[in-house]
């Protein structure tokens, strides 16, 4: 990632719908970079430098969503086009470098020292998360995400369908794991209860 910049541009750039925008027809991507910039206007609260990376992803999917619906594509095929854009880039450049990475025998013990660090650098303002210190082991780590800010946002806008897709990210970058279970029954953005992770090692 660049330089953490909240304009359009750089935003537009950084998100996971970056190559659906270059697809775009001219008066499209000009909607989506004047919508980017009042999501950012509106959204100061959260605009700082934790939530960057969430917020390129959110304002672009959503100007984008809203863009192409205007342009007169359906609100399924734009829902689709959003969507697919960015589990592409996941399948393509997170999740490999996951799988790589804590496919290590090693790395699993690891893992409850480095997740709270990457989850807390990831994170600005309207998060939280409960760790389980007790439980983990070397073959067992548990935690949950109790605020977050994708609800609220899509909420606001109209558009609660986008908050799944980003958690099913989270299904791409852990859910094959060489080695390693992801279990996972709620998000807040599905059923409003919690995100609950656990990453248990198979035997």
Known sequence: MGKKTYEPGPMIKESRCARLYSTLDASVQERVTARVA????????????????????????????????????????????????????????????????????????????????MFANGSGAGWEYVWHPESQSRDYLQFECVKCIYPGFFDKYGAPELGPAFCHADDINYGHIPGIEFRREHTLCVDGQTCDFLFVRKK
């Open 38 to 117: 009042e999501l950012i206007s509106e959204n100061r609260e959260f605009c700082d430098a934790g939530n960057y990376g969430h917020l390129c992803n959110m304002f672009s999917a959503l100007a984008m969503y809203e863009a192409l619906q205007e342009a007169g594509v359906p609100k399924d095929e734009a829902y689709d086009r959003v969507t697919q854009a960015m589990w592409d880039v996941v399948e393509t450049t997170t999740a490999p470098t996951y799988r790589k990475l804590f496919s290590k025998p090693w790395v699993f013990g690891l893992l409850g020292k480095m997740l709270p660090k």
